[in-house]
């Protein structure tokens, strides 16, 4: 099915995770039907930038009742949700990585941490959040034969482009780093930058200007 | 001091933050002087973006010595880091809000969590991480006389909006939205969205693409 789908831009795949949200919540409040306009005014977009999104999935719509809710997320949902669930590592079992663990261990089996690496020989050999930990060093042997979709890193800024380098080595094509410094990997692994604290810091510099009336 | 500074916009505020990074990084090393040619490099940004960005926090290099990394520093740290530290309440005591509870629980007293709120009776009236919870309807009473600068918000998508409602109507001016759906505040009012398993769906989306080839 996927080798017949064009290949969506990060935006459009974004904006159908939306339209899937939406969705489902129409469809807990027992609705059947929904046209591109009553999308395109929940999620903030065109009824035109709607109907390109959703032939992405390949799923048209019908002028007069417009779309089938349970059909299109059907069909969003063999875009975006791998069947086998999603495979993921976590490189750095600090706090944050602890934070992690234990975030996505009730999500099983849609998001399976496979395993845990840290350098620290006192957090290895063990099992956080259900999750087996192991020395960085042995990561190739760990994850030898199994297909990773996802690298989460939570080292400390100071490691985190040697985290991301370990875990491209390992062949994971998808890195979500969550340490405060930016990383380089090649050109066709993906990367996100999750920078909690750096996040949280921006925030409360402008909440406190508005508290101070902005001087 | 804060009256005397020109208000700073998103992306200066993002780059003082990795300016800071790597400065500490600098000083770790033993460096005491850095050029804005260096940081520029480091951070991937042009020199005179740099010199505009560092005249933000008042403080101007010294064309033969750079900047000393010791007093710009202390520049950038007295912009972005309140002395008194960060309050900050969680909404939503699920598995997020207590894998943020326990996250921000050793960055104290950086990051306080004052208070965590939550409608299901059998989440409240405990202290979890160090923080006591409540229930949402007690949150005037509870942070009655207490400046809080940043609202977390991880309830699921569906009561986002009434969550990110309750704490605007509490005073609060910069919320941090971890739940899967946008939120509308008012203008006054920052907020910054971060979709962890939008996030993580996105990424496995180009990975799984980079794997197979992207077909």
Redesign the interface.
């Known amino acids: 099915m996927?080798?017949r789908m064009p290949?969506?831009p990060?935006k459009t795949?974004?904006r159908l995770?939306?339209y899937r949200?939406l969705l489902e919540?129409l469809e807990?409040q027992g609705t059947t039907n929904v046209f591109s306009n009553q999308l395109a005014e929940m999620s903030?977009n065109t009824s035109a930038q709607v109907r390109r999104d959703l032939m992405t999935v390949g799923y048209l719509g019908n002028p007069r009742h417009g779309y089938k809710i349970s059909e299109l997320l059907k069909a969003i949902r063999a875009?975006?949700?791998?069947q086998q669930g999603?495979s993921?590592v976590v490189i750095g079992i600090g706090?944050?990585g602890?934070?992690?663990l234990?975030?996505f261990?009730?999500?099983k089996p849609k998001?399976n941490l496979v395993a845990a690496f840290d350098n620290d020989e006192h957090k290895v050999n063990r099992v956080i959040s259900g999750c087996r930990t192991y020395p960085v060093h042995q990561i190739g042997t760990v994850l030898s034969g199994t297909?990773i979709?996802?690298g989460i890193i939570t080292v400390p800024?100071?490691h985190a482009q040697v985290a991301a380098d370990v875990l491209v080595r390992a062949g994971?094509?998808?890195?979500?780093n969550f340490s405060?410094?930016?990383v380089k990997v090649p050109e066709?692994?993906?990367?996100?930058n999750?920078?909690?604290?750096?996040?949280?810091?921006?925030?409360?510099?402008?909440?406190?200007?508005?508290?101070?009336g902005?001087?």
Chains 1, 2 share one sequence.
Do not use: W
Request: glycine share 6%; hydrophobic share 50%; charged share 20%.
């Open positions: 996927c080798s290949l969506a990060q795949i974004e995770i939306l949200l919540r807990l903030g875009l975006l949700e791998p999603i993921m706090n944050l602890r934070a992690i234990g975030y261990y009730p999500l998001f297909v979709d996802l800024a100071e994971i094509k998808g890195l979500v405060a410094a930016p066709d692994v993906t990367i996100e999750m920078h909690m604290t750096m996040t949280f810091e921006k925030v409360v510099y402008f909440s406190r200007l508005a508290r101070t902005g001087s």
